[in-house]
Nanobody
């Protein structure tokens, strides 16, 4: 499946932004979707994930309470609503997908578990 991430931009601290991840195939409906980000000079890190049916969501501590992950399987899309943006949220944001139903969704915080990746969308937060 191909994933297309979009919605990034140049924002100010405190702003809100919604990223989208659109898939090319209906198999998307069976996949867990994860959002990851990579800041300049840093390794890629987990941001949030949502299970195939939306019943399970997990967030990195750094974004908990500010970001919300969601999905619309009818539209083959997943979203990352980002509120109260901070300078440290500046990064290239990727969406990724993996099939199957893990016994523990927390294990899907690891980027190595994901099979499909989008191209990334840049989010820059300035003061």
């Amino acid at each position: 499946v191909q994933l297309q991430a979009s919605g990034g931009g140049l924002m100010q601290a405190g702003d809100s932004l919604r990223l989208s991840c659109v898939a090319s195939e209906e198999m998307f409906r069976r996949y867990t979707i994860g959002w990851f980000r990579q800041a300049p000079g840093k390794e890629r890190e987990f941001v949030a994930l949502i299970s195939w049916n939306g019943n399970n969501t997990i967030y990195a501590d750094s974004v908990k309470g500010r970001f919300t992950i969601s999905r619309d399987n009818a539209k083959l899309a997943a979203y990352l609503q980002m509120n109260s943006l901070k300078l440290e949220d500046t990064a290239l944001y990727y969406c990724a997908a993996v099939g199957g139903k893990p016994a523990d969704y927390a294990s899907l915080r690891a980027e190595g578990r994901y099979r499909y990746w989008g191209q990334g969308t840049q989010v820059t937060v300035s003061s």
